[in-house]
Nanobody, 123 residues
Framework: QVQLVESGGGLVQAGDSLRLSCVVS????????ISWFRQVPGKDREFVLG????????FYGDGVEGRFTVSRDNAKNTLYLQMNNLKPEDTAVYYC????????????????WGQGTQVTVSS
């Protein structure tokens, strides 16, 4: 059973940085494309960025390229989301998710989800 566990969320001020972690267990994580999504109450889950399992190509959602980056630690089966120059509108619960096929930005393509970690950015 594949499991994803996020950590690293918290309360920061606008302009600060934060790094989230996603640990993948229970399977060969290189079988999956891994992405980060975020969600605020009352809104749909939003694609943040994703990384290809085959060539580590990164795909970005709206408004994060240049501020957010992703990296892997293969020895730890961990994916990191580095978020710089955070803005109040980045406030959300952040989820990591794994898929084997389909578009990165489509929520229904993802088979596995973490429980989420809260990021709050104050102005």
């Amino acid at each position: 059973q594949v499991q994803l566990v996020e950590s690293g969320g918290g309360l920061v001020q606008a302009g600060d940085s934060l790094r989230l972690s996603c640990v993948v267990s229970g399977g060969n994580w290189r079988r999956f494309d891994i992405s980060w999504f975020r969600q605020v109450p009352g809104k749909d889950r939003e694609f943040v960025l994703g990384i290809s399992r085959s060539d580590d190509r990164t795909f970005y959602g709206d408004g994060v390229e240049g501020r957010f980056t992703v990296s892997r630690d293969n020895a730890k089966n961990t994916l990191y989301l580095q978020m710089n120059n955070l803005k109040p509108e980045d406030t959300a619960v952040y989820y990591c998710a794994g898929k084997r096929s389909g578009a990165y930005w489509t929520v229904s393509n993802y088979e596995y989800w973490g429980q989420g970690t809260q990021v709050t950015v104050s102005s």
